[in-house]
């Protein structure tokens, strides 16, 4: 309690500092947006009558463009982690789609993913496929690079066990290689849930599309109009959305590991 | 197949090796780990090999789990040739193999849940009764991370014997426990031979352990691997692990033992 108060004393004074330089340092508020500015793009002003006027909360462009982008965050990454998870097991299993898929994989996971912008706009257009191809790219090396390493550290003993007691084929790889690299499986989900909440930020600053505004296509707009507490303001919802799933899409699978298997998970 | 059949004890197994010899290559050259090995083990049999380590007294093991392939020579379980592992012959490690994902109830019920005809019910009654059988009921939804060794031995050895096999190969089981814990597992495992009535092959260094638990303890030398003499062990059962006739006896072989050793010092 005692720590989570001199933490909670920190950031308020970090805020305190910011508005104090934002008011009195004479740096224009385009270079340095007040954090009352970005409170009140986020919840509006005042207005003569006692209601607020504006406030992308309120008029429903936050909820609206949060909706749009978790939309496509959770098909890009189900795409990646479905194509992924399998392609992995298959290039763990066959040493010739190892050294093939295995080697394209290690390459392009190096590749950040809005370099695929340019192709991704011509073959597709300016659409919804082009986006999901962007994330898709960001996700499924990283998936498909942890499934591959996670079923090759399998100590060979539970394979050896396993057949012992009559489990082959199909039923080895779902009930004995799958489950026993879930450590390595989740660890690589989340870092392809990293890298697919990465592409999908940079799929929406550099791709406009008329099928829906995203968060990042907010944070774009903010910039041409020259309102960086808009710019701010997102930035700051990119963090928590980024936080929270961590959060809530991961923090179960790791307590179950911790439970289980008594690992400790970073 | 009904609970009763899958709890009956099934005939043991008989085991032929007829010379069996295994070369593993390395790239450092290759290696005779057994040479023309020739062994008939009867019905029910409690077999020990012994043996300085790299005498290939595990390979002999796994030749016969199937785990091993590539070896010249005859082995056959019950008249059939060994092509396969298959839960006929199940296999206890000296780590425990244990899979963290599931917990002990878990674990015994894998072999279990290969065994199709078994209704859901049936296979809780099987895998209680073994854990029962090892001295670990009440321990069902522990985690295995949660176990001490000794209990984690004993969670393998009910998970080897859940699938009622004919056979059950025994790789140094007991080696890395303390000698505390170990001396009771000699005395269970004595129980379960008894109540059981299964063809056991036991691996080990240790000979007082070889003779303790053994109708006979096969002694092998190494490089090449081979059988260097048979010893039939004619003592009372339940033995004792601190017994004097026993004692005795096990000075005697590791004697033996010591021959072999001899010139490579």
């Known amino acids: 309690m005692k720590q989570f108060l001199a933490a909670l004393a920190f950031f308020a004074v970090l805020l305190g500092a910011w508005e104090f330089a934002a008011r009195h340092s004479g740096a224009s508020s385009l270079l340095l947006p007040s954090p009352t500015a970005v409170w009140r793009y986020f919840f509006g002003s005042p207005s003569p009558d ?5 406030g992308a909360v309120w008029d429903g462009t936050l909820g609206g463009a949060t909706l749009v982008t978790m ?11 479905g194509i992924g998870i399998p392609l992995g097991m298959l290039t763990a ?9 295995g080697t394209i994989a290690l390459g392009l996971q190096t590749l950040p993913s809005v370099c695929w912008v340019p192709l991704a706009l011509l073959w597709f257009g300016q659409t919804e496929t082009a986006m999901l191809f962007i994330v898709v790219m960001g996700t499924v090396w990283a998936v498909i690079l942890a499934t591959d390493h996670g079923i090759r550290q399998i100590p060979p003993i539970y394979r050896e066990a396993a057949s012992t007691m009559g489990s082959k084929g199909l039923h080895l790889w779902l009930k004995v290689l799958a489950p026993a690299s879930l450590p390595h499986i989740v660890s690589g989900a989340k870092q392809g849930w990293a890298f697919a909440w990465r592409s999908l930020m940079a799929a929406e600053i550099y791709i406009t599309i008329l099928s829906g505004m995203g968060i990042g296509h907010l944070l774009h ?3 041409e109009l020259h309102a960086m507490d808009q710019v701010v303001g997102l930035m700051f919802v990119i963090i928590v959305i980024g936080f929270l799933a961590d959060k809530i899409l991961f923090s179960p699978w790791e307590r ?3 439970r289980r298997w008594g690992l400790t998970n970073s | 197949m009904s609970l009763a059949s899958e709890l009956a004890v099934p005939p043991p197994s008989k085991i032929r090796l007829a010379g069996v010899s295994k070369k593993f290559t390395t790239n450092r050259g290759t290696v005779q780990a057994l040479e023309d090995i020739n062994l008939e083990i009867g019905e029910g049999e409690f077999v ?13 093991l796994r030749i016969v789990a199937a785990l091993e392939r590539n070896f010249t020579g005859t082995a056959e379980v019950n008249g059939k040739m060994i092509t396969e592992p298959g839960r006929d012959r199940t296999v206890m490690f000296q780590e425990h193999a244990l899979f963290p994902w599931l917990d002990v109830l878990g674990n015994v019920l894998f072999g279990l849940k290969l065994k199709p005809d078994l209704s859901k019910k049936d296979r809780l009654e099987v895998a209680r009764y073994y854990l029962q059988l090892v001295g670990l009921d009440g321990f069902e939804r ?3 991370h949660e176990l001490s060794g000794g209990m984690k031995q004993r969670v393998a050895l009910a998970r080897a014997l859940a699938p009622n096999p004919r056979l059950l190969l025994m790789d140094e089981p007991f080696a890395a426990l303390d000698a505390m814990t170990r001396e009771q597992l000699y005395g269970d495992l004595q129980k379960i031979h008894a109540a059981r009535k299964k063809t056991i092959l036991f691996v080990t260094h240790n000979v007082r352990e070889a003779v303790c638990l053994g109708d006979r303890v096969i002694l092998f030398s190494p ?3 081979r059988i260097r003499k048979k010893f039939r062990i004619e003592l009372p059962r339940p033995r004792e692990f601190n017994d004097v006739a026993m004692a005795s006896l096990a000075a005697e072989i590791t004697g033996e033992l010591k021959t072999i050793l001899a010139p490579a010092q």
């Open chain 1, 93 to 101: 299993r066959f040493k010739f789609l190892h050294n093939t898929v």
């Open chain 2, 142 to 144: 522990a985690n295995i």
């Open chain 2, 223 to 225: 490089r090449p691997g």
């Open chain 1, 221 to 223: 707009y903010g910039r």
């Open chain 2, 48 to 60: 020990c090999f012994v043996g300085p380590s790299g005498c290939g007294k595990s390979t002999l």
């Open chain 1, 50 to 54: 006692g209601g607020t006027v504006g």
């Open chain 1, 71 to 81: 939309k496509r965050l959770f098909l890009g990454y189900g795409v990646g982690i």
């Open chain 1, 256 to 258: 179950f590991l911790h």
